[in-house]
């Protein structure tokens, strides 16, 4: 136990010299996000034609329901959040939704 101690308190006074120091000695890494896009719904409508799906199935792979997509692509709702961040992915990569494909095709 004493060496789990000796280690973080090591580690500890570490960061606190490195903080109050002028020459910076541990490694800083800066991370930034970037902004959830706010989608068209003509820009909508275009991604999930991309992609070859009816709204029903775009529904089930975007985990919304039927009506959702409907009011997505009338203009008179907006995705949000996790879905803004499917629709962007799905944007970005055209094979997006054939390297995840949550929903299936069974052809008869």
Not at 25 to 41: A, E, F, G, Q, T
Not at 46 to 58: A, C, D, H, V
Not at 75 to 81: D, E, I, K, M, R
Request: aromatic fraction near 6%; glycine fraction near 6%; proline fraction near 4%.
């Amino acid at each position: 136990m004493s060496n789990v101690y000796d280690s973080i308190m090591s580690g500890l006074m570490e960061a606190v010299e490195d903080a109050k120091g002028t020459h910076k000695k541990l490694k800083r890494r800066m991370v930034s996000i970037i902004p959830v896009k706010d989608y068209s719904p003509k820009e909508i409508q275009q991604i999930r034609k991309e992609t070859g799906m009816s709204q029903k199935l775009f529904a089930g792979y975007m985990g919304v329901s039927v009506k959702t997509v409907e009011a997505w692509e009338a203009g008179t709702n907006h995705p949000s959040g996790a879905a803004s961040r499917i629709l962007n992915m799905m944007e970005m990569d055209s094979e997006l939704t054939t390297r995840f494909p949550f929903v299936k095709t069974i052809n008869e």
